[in-house]
């Protein structure tokens, strides 16, 4: 019989356990970014509802579809939010011009079927 086969791994239950540990945490984790995910979305979705309404508005009142200086003043509100809430500033301008691009598009669709 070999020195392994004599004595088993001391550590071998309480790896185990430790790794049944983390995958259970792991699960309880995605359980939260699934919530968060799906409350995501929804938000989302309630923004384009108001956005469609703008770009609505804009175009039967010959509107332009873009306001830099909307953008601007909601930018500098938005990268302090995101300091304050320890999240990546850079980040939260990148994500907030993402969605304003996409925004941008609809608005210039409705302009062009006015
Ligand atoms: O507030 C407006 O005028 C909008 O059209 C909305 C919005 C936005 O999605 O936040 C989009 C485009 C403008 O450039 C500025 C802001």
């Given at each position: 019989m070999s020195q392994a086969e004599q004595q088993p791994e001391p550590t071998t239950g309480a790896a185990a356990a430790d790794a049944q540990a983390a995958t259970e945490r792991l699960g309880r984790l995605r359980s939260s970014i699934d919530n968060i995910d799906a409350a995501l979305v929804h938000l989302l979705a309630e923004r384009f509802k108001c956005t469609q309404e703008v770009g609505r508005l804009k175009a039967e009142h010959d509107m332009?579809?873009?306001?830099p200086a909307r953008e601007q003043r909601q930018i500098t509100r938005l990268r302090a939010l995101a300091e304050e809430s320890h999240l990546d500033p850079a980040f939260a301008e990148k994500w907030f011009n993402f969605v304003v691009a996409e925004v941008i598009h609809h608005h210039e669709r409705l302009a062009n079927q006015h």
């Amino acid at each position: 019989m070999s020195q392994a086969e004599q004595q088993p791994e001391p550590t071998t239950g309480a790896a185990a356990a430790d790794a049944q540990a983390a995958t259970e945490r792991l699960g309880r984790l995605r359980s939260s970014i699934d919530n968060i995910d799906a409350a995501l979305v929804h938000l989302l979705a309630e923004r384009f509802k108001c956005t469609q309404e703008v770009g609505r508005l804009k175009a039967e009142h010959d509107m332009p579809a873009s306001d830099p200086a909307r953008e601007q003043r909601q930018i500098t509100r938005l990268r302090a939010l995101a300091e304050e809430s320890h999240l990546d500033p850079a980040f939260a301008e990148k994500w907030f011009n993402f969605v304003v691009a996409e925004v941008i598009h609809h608005h210039e669709r409705l302009a062009n079927q006015h």
